[in-house]
């Protein structure tokens, strides 16, 4: 029970509850919600996998699929390449990882991937070491031999109650890749996936997979635009095939590039600049003919009632991906209602991502990565933001590029919003019925409303 007097008195737990009990009821009642991934690559990353993906895949690669190697290149001179799935590799032994796992053990995202295996390829060493190694890489071999990848991948959602989860993708992903597979699996995908498209290709910024998707895009839709105006007629029918295929938000990486300050420009002076083309712009001038095109394209984004996840914060410098200059879209009278969900915390300027979800009606606070990255700053960062803002307008996702990331992940972000609000209860902020709607308002009810549908299939609202 909640002591109403609290607010009163001397600042203190409550003596009388049973913390373990509560603790208890709580985890276990989080453990069973259902949970709506905000933010994955783990089927396909951009363009997908190819139709035959039961190709063994070893412990190596899972290591190295993403943030480990990308660390790397923090601390030794020849950086560690990611490992894609998709490519032939020798298979690498513990020998020629045991440099880099030695420097990550401490790391949340080291630790959430180690617990992933264990999940997914029961283990009961407390790490992974010469003497399992060769156990575990076997047991991972045989998992995507035998079933491939993406079934693989669908066998963790279930195993971690994840019955949706947002993509990050392209139009090729969603048209040459899913086309490619079985119908039937083609309707398992779509059944879990909610594809988020990538816009950053058509605003000519982004990494080259981006750019190479809006190639793509040109055969795709059979028109190779000579002016402005044609160019936003071939943008809109990308808009509207993404819908058609199963599309259902589209999101801006922008800020690994640029910052978010998208301005109102002048559509003579786009067009005078488009006619220019994109590659002969300085970058001051590529930045305004960017700032045009985006918001046209937003437009079109929010007739099709599709939210925009931006991502936010980690970016170099992180001046980037300051949230707050998303202030012109969101104060933007043509764009109202476009839901806008803040990525990654805006972390480092957190602080910032909070009064934004504070302030504007249509601005969504997203955890998403922020407890992967480490799990004290999304302890404290879950922490503020259920202390300042209302609990349907918090969300969060595990941004991995494997099962096995995915797995340690989910099960990081339960025990995170469990030990958040489990804290909170017995220091008497509110009781375990309010913690219990707030956990199933993060995990589940928030991300359906997000997407604008209803019980998590969707429909035109
Ligand atoms: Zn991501």
Same mark, same amino acid.
């Given at each position: ?108 995202t080291y630790c959430a991937i180690r617990e992933g295996i264990r999940a997914l390829h029961p283990f009961t060493e407390p790490d992974i070491d010469e003497k399992n190694w060769n156990r575990i890489n ?70 080259k997979v981006q750019h190479d998707a809006k190639e793509m895009s040109y055969d795709i839709i059979g028109i190779r635009p000579k002016t402005l105006e044609e160019y936003l007629i071939f943008c809109d ?55 045009? #095109?985006? +918001?046209?394209? %937003? ?13 936010? @914060? &980690? /970016? ?121 709607? #707030?956990? +199933?308002?993060? %995990? ?13 299939? @969707? &429909? /035109?609202?």
């Amino acid at each position: 029970m909640i002591n109403h007097k609290f607010f009163q008195e001397d600042y203190c737990v409550n003596p009388e509850m049973d913390k373990n009990k509560m603790r208890r009821e709580l985890k276990s009642f989080i453990d069973k919600i259902q949970f709506f991934d905000m933010h994955s690559h783990m089927a396909g990353f951009d363009l997908g996998t190819p139709v035959q993906d039961k190709k063994p895949v070893t412990l190596y690669e899972i290591l190295t699929n993403d943030y480990l190697a990308y660390l790397s290149g923090s601390w030794i001179d020849k950086p560690i390449m990611p490992a894609k799935i998709d490519e032939k590799k020798p298979s690498l032994s513990y020998a020629d990882i045991k440099h880099l796992l030695n420097r990550c053990r401490a790391l949340t995202t080291y630790c959430a991937i180690r617990e992933g295996i264990r999940a997914l390829h029961p283990f009961t060493e407390p790490d992974i070491d010469e003497k399992n190694w060769n156990r575990i890489n076997k047991s991972i071999m045989r998992a995507y031999g035998r079933y491939g990848e993406r079934k693989w991948q669908r066998m963790a959602c279930k195993k971690a109650s994840v019955f949706r989860q947002v993509h990050i993708a392209t139009l090729p992903y969603v048209t040459t890749h899913l086309d490619s597979l079985p119908e039937e699996e083609k309707n398992q995908q779509l059944k879990i996936f909610a594809p988020s498209m990538v816009l950053d290709g058509y605003i000519f910024t982004g990494f080259k997979v981006q750019h190479d998707a809006k190639e793509m895009s040109y055969d795709i839709i059979g028109i190779r635009p000579k002016t402005l105006e044609e160019y936003l007629i071939f943008c809109d029918k990308v808009l509207e095939l993404f819908r058609k295929k199963g599309g259902k938000s589209v999101k801006l990486l922008s800020s690994y590039f640029r910052p978010l300050k998208f301005e109102e420009i002048d559509r003579k002076r786009a067009e005078h600049l488009f006619n220019i083309g994109y590659k002969n712009l300085s970058k001051k001038a590529l930045h305004i003919l960017q700032n045009f #095109i985006l +918001k046209q394209i %937003l437009l079109m984004a929010k007739k099709r009632g599709f939210p925009l996840i931006v991502h936010t @914060g &980690y /970016a170099n410098p992180t001046t980037y991906g300051d949230p707050e200059d998303l202030e012109n879209l969101l104060k933007d009278s043509k764009l109202d209602g476009l839901k806008i969900s803040i990525c990654h915390s805006g972390w480092p300027n957190d602080g910032k991502a909070m009064i934004m979800a504070r302030t504007y009606r249509h601005c969504y606070f997203d955890l998403s990565w922020t407890p992967l990255l480490s799990e004290s700053l999304g302890y404290r960062i879950l922490s503020e933001a259920i202390d300042m803002i209302p609990s349907n307008k918090i969300l969060i996702g595990t941004d991995c590029g494997t099962a096995e990331c995915f797995a340690g992940t989910v099960r990081l972000i339960r025990k995170t919003i469990c030990d958040v609000l489990s804290d909170k209860i017995s220091r008497q902020i509110f009781d375990i019925e309010t913690a219990k709607l #707030i956990a +199933k308002a993060v %995990l589940h009810d928030n991300a359906i409303e997000f997407h604008n549908e209803k019980n998590g299939e @969707g &429909y /035109a609202g």
